[in-house]
């Protein structure tokens, strides 16, 4: 089996910092694009950023300039820097990855459980 854990999530004030992981785990053979989703209460799961194996980055507009993806494809590891936050950026955030198992041909997607990022005075 395949797992994604998220850890870093947390209560910080606006225009705070904080840096998500996602650490991937089991019988993988192959990563390719890894992603950041985030799901606010009420609305519905939308894409913050995304990195492919060769570290190209696609963002959301909402986070462009301040949020920075990046992985580390030995370590099956993708992280999220997080800078001057916004109460509008509270959510759930998941991580994603488009992953090969071990003696399996095809890729699919994974997703972890989320972690909780709050932003508030």
């Known amino acids: 089996q395949v797992q994604l854990v998220e850890s870093g999530g947390g209560l910080v004030q606006p225009g705070g910092s904080l840096r998500l992981s996602c650490a991937a785990s089991?019988?993988?053979?192959?990563?390719?694009?890894m992603a950041w989703y985030r799901q606010a209460p009420g609305k519905q799961r939308e894409l913050v950023a995304s990195?492919?194996?060769?570290?190209?980055?696609n963002y959301a507009d909402s986070g462009k300039g301040r949020i920075t993806i990046s992985r580390d494809n030995a370590e099956n590891t993708m992280y999220l820097q997080m800078n001057s936050l916004k109460p509008e950026d509270t959510a759930v955030y998941y991580c994603?990855?488009?992953?090969?198992?071990?003696?399996?041909?095809?890729?699919?997607?994974?997703w972890g459980q989320g972690t909780q990022v709050t932003v508030s005075s």
């Open positions: 089991g019988s993988i053979s192959s990563i390719n694009a």
């Open positions: 994603n990855a488009d992953v090969q198992r071990l003696g399996y041909p095809m890729f699919r997607a994974y």
């Open positions: 990195v492919t194996t060769g570290g190209s980055t």
